[in-house]
């Protein structure tokens, strides 16, 4: 069955540094997601991203975070100056044209120290 | 940004009984209704969607319901298992752009 799938597991970085999430969607999903759970808390909505752009974004998705696209299968989500409140599980997710649920990776844990 | 509720942590109940998890939402123009079961350090699972066009669907022991007057959706597990024990996402779009979800419940059935 085709999944999501996001690499690393668990990152551990400094305070201040930058990080890359990757995530591989479901092939041939048009509509990319990135979500984040904070332990504890609920399911915060960042980014979504279709035909190679941004469609929407929340207010956590500040200038600190960008999204690419880079190749016909990676979609990453880079934190570019990580803080301490930036730790959390972060999920990637991806929904093919004319379904209805979007599909769910198992996640990369953040840890910023 | 509080569009859809679970307004209930938690719930407890006895194996083979009957589990209600329940959501509200405030956005009428949501199209689909989601539930995802989620296990700890794992993702979100999809179990079962309605549309806003129908009031009941139902897939094995999972059924929701959609009251949309009430703007209030329900999962009836039936009958519950130990297994079924993790948290429930109740979520909701209107476009392919965002999945607004709430709060969680966290479902424990006990043997």
């Known amino acids: 069955e085709p999944e999501v799938t996001q690499t690393p597991s668990h990152q551990v970085t400094q305070m201040g540094q930058e990080v890359i999430l990757r995530c591989v969607p479901i092939s041939n999903h048009l509509y990319f997601y990135w979500y984040r759970q904070i332990l504890g808390q609920k399911v915060e909505f960042l980014v979504s991203f279709y035909n190679n752009e941004i469609s929407e974004k929340s207010e956590i998705f500040d200038d600190q975070f960008s999204v690419e696209r880079p190749d016909g299968s990676n979609f990453t989500l880079k934190i570019r100056s990580t803080k301490l409140e930036d730790s959390a599980m972060y999920f990637c997710?991806?929904?093919?044209?004319?379904?209805?649920?979007?599909?769910f990776g198992q996640g990369t844990r953040l840890t910023v120290v | 940004d509080q569009q859809v509720k679970q307004n209930s942590p938690s719930l407890s109940v006895q194996e083979g009984r009957i589990s209600i998890l329940n959501c509200d939402y405030t956005n009428s123009m949501f199209d689909y209704f989601l539930w995802y079961k989620k296990y700890p350090a794992e993702g979100p699972t999809f179990l079962i969607s309605?549309?806003?066009?129908?009031d009941k669907n139902e897939d094995g022991r999972f059924t929701v319901f959609l009251n949309k007057s009430a703007k209030h959706l329900s999962l009836h597990i039936v009958p519950s298992q130990p297994g079924d024990s993790a948290v429930y996402f109740c979520a909701a779009r209107y476009n392919f752009n965002k999945f607004y979800f709430g709060s969680g419940t966290k479902l424990n059935v006990k043997p």
């Open positions: 997710a991806s929904l093919g044209q004319g379904n209805t649920e979007a599909f």
């Open positions: 309605i549309s806003s066009i129908k």
